[in-house]
């Protein structure tokens, strides 16, 4: 896979996407996920008709550790990101219909209706997203400059939106994505030479601000 736009019109992408979703406040789930791009179909890579070798076990640890709360969504994401990304590890294909219909089961004996169905519609989705997102990092190895960064950030961005469609997209990765953003920022203020010391900490300020805002809860 090959990311060949350029960096200048990425970078202004990757600020203007991202202040967009900032001014969008927190994604709460109160409908089934938003449907990814359809080029992305996972019945077409799953395996048809052969005996399992997933791991059903770290499957179930995961789901041990996820906590979601339907009136809190957003809080929840990054630990049901992590507890994705824990369950594709015990696999190296896609799941068939049937071993999803079994790790539906066990999230449903120690989670609520409403978190195993969120559970079971994430899992398919963030199988090939998790495959894809191995392949682009793969391709972006080593030191990078900020502009680098920012196009590398964009990226995945786009294929989290691309795979995940845009709902749980934001449920998992909201909070991440203003983080990384402010940190390419900061990075880029204090690597800034044309800025004198004053002018960098008043941005870096600014920064600081514009970050506890997106982050604090609605009132």
């Known amino acids: ?17 991202v202040l967009t979703a900032s001014a969008a406040g927190s994604y709460i789930l109160q409908q089934p996920f938003a449907e990814p791009d ?3 179909a996972y019945d077409d890579i799953a395996p048809k008709g052969k005996a399992s070798s997933v791991q059903f076990d770290e499957i ?7 906590e979601y709360d339907p009136d809190n969504a957003s809080e929840h994401g990054q630990e049901l990101e992590a507890s994705l990304r824990q369950a594709t590890e015990s696999y190296t294909q896609a799941l068939s219909t049937e071993e999803l219909a079994r790790i539906s089961f066990l999230a449903s004996k120690v989670l609520s209706p409403e978190a195993t169905e969120i559970f079971s519609q994430a899992l398919p989705l ?19 400059t900020v502009a680098e960064e ?6 995945l961005r786009e294929l989290r939106r691309s795979h995940l469609g845009e709902s749980l997209s934001q449920l998992l990765y909201e909070k991440q994505h203003l983080f ?3 940190l390419l920022k900061r990075r880029a203020i204090h690597e800034d030479t044309s800025l004198s ?13 514009a970050l506890r805002d997106a982050m604090s809860p609605p009132q």
């Not at 896979?1 to 996407?17: G, N, Q, V």
């Open 1 to 17: 896979m090959t990311y060949s736009t350029s960096k200048p019109m990425l970078i202004s992408l990757a600020f203007c996407a």
């Open 38 to 40: 359809a080029s992305y």
């Open 60 to 66: 179930e640890d995961a789901i041990r550790h996820i």
């Open 126 to 144: 963030f199988t090939t997203y998790h495959i894809e997102e191995k392949a682009l990092l793969s391709e972006t190895q080593g030191p990078k």
């Open 150 to 155: 920012l196009i590398q950030f964009e990226a």
């Open 180 to 182: 990384t953003l402010n």
């Open 197 to 209: 010391d004053e002018e960098k900490q008043q941005q870096l300020q600014v920064l600081q601000q």
